[in-house]
């Protein structure tokens, strides 16, 4: 089953939010053309977000310059220091939205990851900067709220954007199978397209993914499978045709193996706002 992290339980786990005390600042920075910014340190106490909304920038990253450009969203601790360098031509804005914190706690996602949706960025840059301008607004609940979507944003980009390392032969397999899911494709197929071996197409997966192709083709057909259960009242015959499964039986059996339940009842505590492994409401 998918792992959970429940609000108000395991306080002291990677997503835990028990730390953040207040927003201290949130503003839409634009860089002065012909300017460079001053790359000043994150002070103890403190974490901040520079969500990139235009031009091109670099920070840096253990004394190496990386660049970041709109739609980049980097998580700063205590010590890291702000956007350091600024295309001179087309300087950056973003925007910085800092909160005071207890105490320090691991990043769980990389120093730069990306919110991918353009307008979505900008689009909630002005909302919150809005917010933010409205003294009514709690600042402790602005904090819980802006803290929560960023990690929310940070962590989604972290887990779904692949691994940069993976060998470049794996990857292509891996984007084959992503795009042909609901396709029976042989591991003979599958090791061609890499240029391996099907024992070795099997040793990649194990080193790199800790799964079989199998298994993975499988967790992408259940993947697609619970979107559309959640996402409508498609029936389960129709759904098993989409994703790939060879009737509803192969569907729920899969499915049960996989999640604890049918998929109708997966479906039934989705509508109920309930989590898979909870009771009823």
């Given at each position: 089953m998918p792992k959970m992290s429940r609000i108000g339980q395991n306080n002291d786990g990677p997503f835990s939010c028990a730390h953040v005390r207040a927003?201290?600042?949130?503003?839409?920075?634009?860089?002065?053309?012909?300017?460079?910014?001053?790359?000043?340190?994150?002070?103890?106490?403190?974490?901040?977000?520079?969500l990139m909304t235009g031009?091109?920038?670099?920070?840096?990253?253990?004394?190496?310059?990386?660049?970041?450009?709109?739609?980049?969203?980097?998580?700063?601790?205590?010590?890291?220091?702000?956007?350091?360098?600024?295309?001179?031509?087309?300087?950056?804005?973003?925007?910085?939205?800092?909160?005071?914190?207890?105490?320090?706690?691991?990043?769980?996602?990389p120093h730069v990851t990306r919110w991918d949706d353009l307008a979505e960025v900008r689009a909630w840059t002005r909302q919150i900067t809005a917010t933010w301008a409205d003294q009514r607004i709690d600042r402790g609940l602005l904090a819980l709220s802006?803290?929560?979507?960023?990690?929310?944003?940070?962590?989604?980009?972290?887990?779904?954007?692949?691994?940069?390392?993976?060998p470049a032969p794996l990857r292509r397999v891996l984007d084959r199978m992503g795009r042909e899911y609901t396709a029976d494709l042989a591991i003979a197929e599958l090791a061609a397209e890499a240029g391996w071996s099907p024992t070795n197409l099997h040793a990649q997966f194990r080193?790199?993914?800790?799964?079989?192709?199998?298994?993975?083709?499988?967790?992408?057909?259940?993947?697609?499978?619970?979107?559309?259960?959640?996402?409508?009242?498609?029936?389960?015959?129709?759904i098993a045709r989409a994703c790939g499964f060879a009737n509803p039986a192969a569907l729920c059996r899969t499915f049960r193996k996989a999640m604890g339940m049918p998929p109708g009842e997966y479906r039934r505590r989705q509508s109920l706002g309930t989590a898979a492994g909870e009771g009823g409401t």
């Open positions: 927003c201290v600042g949130c503003g839409h920075y634009f860089q002065p053309r012909g300017r460079q910014p001053g790359g000043q340190p994150i002070p103890a106490g403190q974490e901040k977000v520079e031009g091109r920038a670099w920070i840096d990253e253990g004394g190496t310059l990386r660049e970041v450009l709109p739609g980049d969203l980097i998580w700063h601790l205590p010590g890291d220091r702000n956007i350091c360098r600024s295309d001179l031509e087309d300087p950056y804005r973003c925007l910085a939205i800092s909160w005071s914190v207890s105490r320090p706690v691991p990043r769980p996602f802006t803290y929560s979507l960023l990690r929310l944003k940070a962590h989604t980009h972290a887990v779904t954007a692949g691994d940069p390392d993976l080193r790199h993914l800790g799964t079989s192709p199998h298994q993975h083709q499988l967790d992408l057909r259940l993947r697609a499978a619970r979107e559309r259960l959640v996402t409508g009242d498609e029936e389960l015959g129709s």
